[in-house]
């Protein structure tokens, strides 16, 4: 059972395009999300996260949205560049405290030059 | 160096045999995890460790044992490894109660059983 789903294995954009990556959970206790960004043959990299109070934070070219009604979070990079290629995973905990979190399935992001 | 460190990069073991993948954080951080990447799953938890001596089972334990005697150290050991470890394994650190400031991720080992 994946309580953290993203559908979409893989996505290419244009340079200088917004790229929007898209997570689902099903888990109605989740109340903390989180971004991690992975270059190949490194470990996953915190890049933003979102409490469950919210629905939208930002950080320079990169925003997260989320829509607790919908189970649906989503990470918005404007403008995207070349660097920003690599597997995006979004990720959530339960309660605060609850240090465990939960990963989707990644999804591998292109930037076409 | 400072941060956490995974050994070794690489391993190749037969089936049947006992392996131990090592993990060193430099931090002191209460929390550290191993979670697998498989295509097609992402990072599934292991196990997780909130302190020296407290461990416990994550979302696929089985076949797989942790011990935590230092708060440093935090080896993951397959007892008889089977085909279906075949994976990357990645150990991660947290000094946070909380999640908020995510974890710190070493670079892997890449496990092959055959």
């Known amino acids: 059972d994946q309580q953290v789903k993203q559908n979409s294995p893989s996505l290419s954009v244009q340079e200088g395009r917004i790229s929007i990556l898209n997570c689902d959970y099903t888990n109605s206790m989740f109340d903390y999300f989180l971004w991690y960004k992975k270059y190949p043959a490194e470990g996953p990299t915190f890049l933003i996260s979102i409490s469950s109070i919210k629905d939208k934070n930002e950080d320079g070219r990169f925003t997260v949205f989320l829509n607790k009604s919908a189970k649906h979070l989503s990470l918005h990079i404007v403008p995207s560049q070349p660097g920003d290629s690599a597997v995006y995973f979004c990720a959530a905990s339960g309660t605060q405290g609850a240090q465990k979190l939960v990963f989707g399935q990644g999804t591998r992001l292109t930037i076409n030059p | 160096d400072a941060g956490i460190t995974q050994s070794p990069r690489y391993k190749i073991t037969e089936t049947g045999r006992q392996v131990t993948l090592m993990c060193h954080q430099t931090?002191?951080?209460?929390?550290m995890f191993w979670y697998r990447q498989d295509l097609g799953h992402g990072l599934r938890l292991i196990y997780y460790s909130a302190a020296a001596d407290i461990t416990d089972k994550g979302e696929v334990p089985d076949g797989y044992v942790v011990s935590r005697s230092k708060t440093e150290n935090f080896p993951l050991t397959l007892e008889s490894a089977t085909r279906s470890q075949t994976s990357v394994y990645f150990c991660a650190s947290s000094g946070s109660r909380t999640t908020n400031y995510g974890y710190t991720f070493g670079s892997g080992t890449r496990l092959t059983v055959v």
């Open positions: 931090w002191s951080h209460s929390y």
